[in-house]
């Protein structure tokens, strides 16, 4: 049998030479190289008859060939045409027999069709006193994601993040309730635990639990953070709430007396409950809220203005207890809507985060059943749910003549993914083709994608590299936390398991080139 690899990680570039690799032909063998594009994203060929890909692609074309060597490798190099947003599927052929009456051929590929990456300006604005940044460099190789913290491991972490000040500390929260803190450095041997609220946490849903945690701005000088978590009040039923703790000892530890509940909120279902909490740039508390659960918003949550479910909410949580509403908040005055809303239309804004550099808030929206999505939030804006799913109506509305619904900046079908999983704009300085990019994922697949925008602003998404392996029984989905430096932090979360595995930190290293 002969297999067909690609040297960089799936994903073409227009322009850009990629290296396909065949092993498994005899020794002196031609390999021939066979492409061609038409598959509009439809994903991997699902039948190959000679040299053509049944339903997906007309018949395939040479396009280069090379020699198997001693081990039976052969290398062809093939540049992509300008087929940006379909697929390019390509098989091996190995001539043998008269005429190639006994041919061998490899199982098909598809891989997407990228433009070139692009940033900056191209060239000097009209302005001689303004000079026009260089571009980074391309990133054009895999993102190599290896194990951090290697003896560290921990209980369904939700969200790691640095103290404001203490860039040699992290700080991790476990579903169960837990927040540990422990060592920036790949040799630290053990983790501290910083509180246990486990008693009031109720986790025992997979999207409950401790789901968010966030550090006050000034934490350097007042101590405070802010957890938000799911909790089971018996016959009331299930709540969100966000509390405030205090550290009084110097960011040791929360002292579990200093509690103040600041919100709260009734979940009618234990699915689809959200809760990532971050501040702003603008000093505010943001917390995102799923539409309840349930399946296709049974109350009709998204599109209310007068429910918190299915919202970004902001609020102010130092100028009055439990808090004040920011005075540009759209429905401040409380009149169109509740006051707390910042935006709304969304299914389940499950991880999200502001870039560090630009205040831009990037949301990862997962979707019902048909796409997943990923939108630029505005102050005001109304991204659609329940009467969109992506870019398309959702569940026959007729949403196309619905004035004021934003489309997602990108989104996919099902079954590329089932859970996007938001991430972040990398600001780090170790890879710097990355810069600028939107890194992100999904619950189902292997792969990190980065997200950029093209020569004309239309953005596009790009496989950067693979994944560590999930083959566990439990599925696992990866949720991409932290801002360091050197690159997100990673680490894996158990979903739908009995009994999960202890998760690990990872971390997105420097690009890894295929040799």
Not at 19 to 38: D, F, H, K, P
Not at 146 to 168: C, S
Request: with cysteine; charged share 20%; hydrophobic share 40%.
């Amino acid at each position: 049998m002969i297999t067909l690899t690609l040297s960089l990680a799936p994903g073409l570039v227009t322009g850009e030479v990629s290296t396909y690799t065949v092993t498994g032909a005899n020794a002196g063998e031609t390999v021939v190289l066979m492409a061609g594009s038409n598959g509009l994203g439809m994903g991997p060929c699902p039948a190959a008859i000679g040299m053509m890909c049944m339903g997906i692609v007309g018949p395939l074309r040479n396009v280069g060939s090379g020699i198997a060597d001693a081990n039976g490798t052969a290398t062809i190099q093939m540049t992509p045409p300008n087929v940006v947003g379909f697929d390019m599927a390509t098989q091996a052929v190995v001539k043998r027999g008269a005429g190639g009456a006994q041919s061998v051929l490899s199982d098909p590929r598809v891989d997407d069709v990228f433009p070139p990456w692009v940033s900056g300006l191209a060239s000097r604005p009209a302005n001689p006193t303004c000079l026009a940044p260089a571009d980074p460099p391309v990133f054009d190789g895999d993102a190599s994601v290896v194990r951090a913290f290697n003896a560290l491991t921990f209980d369904r972490p939700t969200t790691m993040a640095q103290p404001p000040g203490n860039p040699d500390l992290w700080w991790i929260a476990e579903q169960p309730g837990s927040v540990w803190r422990f060592d920036d450095d790949d040799a630290v041997l053990t983790a501290d635990l910083v509180i246990d609220i486990e008693a009031e946490v109720d986790d025992t849903g997979n999207e409950q639990g401790l789901l968010g945690m966030a550090f006050h701005p000034d934490f350097v000088n007042n101590g405070e953070v802010f957890l938000s978590y799911i909790d089971d009040r018996g016959a009331a039923g299930d709540f969100t709430e966000v509390t405030r703790y205090v550290s009084l000892d110097g960011g040791l530890t929360l002292d579990p007396t200093t509690k103040e509940m600041l919100f709260e909120l009734e979940q009618p279902f234990d699915n689809h409950n959200g809760g990532n909490i971050l501040f702003g740039p603008d000093g505010y508390l943001y917390l995102g809220l799923g539409d309840g659960g349930g399946a296709d918003d049974p109350f009709d949550t998204g599109q209310d203005r007068f429910e918190l479910l299915g919202k970004m909410i902001r609020i102010d949580v130092d100028s009055a207890f439990p808090y004040a509403i920011p005075p540009d908040n759209p429905f401040a005055d409380g009149v169109d809507g509740l006051p707390e809303i910042y935006a709304f239309g969304f299914r389940n804004p499950w991880r999200w985060s502001f870039d560090r550099s630009t205040g831009d808030l990037w949301v990862g929206d997962v979707g019902q059943n048909a796409r997943e999505e990923v939108d630029l939030v505005e102050l005001g804006g109304n991204y659609g749910w329940d009467l969109m799913e992506g870019d398309i109506c959702h569940g026959g509305a007729a949403c196309n003549s619905i004035p004021g619904l934003i489309d997602p900046v990108i989104d996919y079908p099902h079954p590329k993914g089932f859970s996007v999983i938001g991430g972040y704009v990398y600001r780090g300085s170790a890879i710097p083709g990355l810069v600028g990019r939107y890194l992100y994922t999904d619950h189902f697949v292997d792969d990190l994608w980065g997200l950029a925008f093209d020569e004309v602003g239309e953005p596009f998404c790009r496989a950067l590299g693979a994944l560590p392996s999930r083959s566990i029984p439990e599925r696992t989905r990866l949720v991409l936390e932290g801002e360091i430096d050197g690159g997100a932090k990673l680490e894996p979360e158990l979903t739908d398991g009995a009994e999960p595995p202890l998760a690990r930190a990872l971390r997105l290293g420097r690009p890894v080139h295929s040799p």
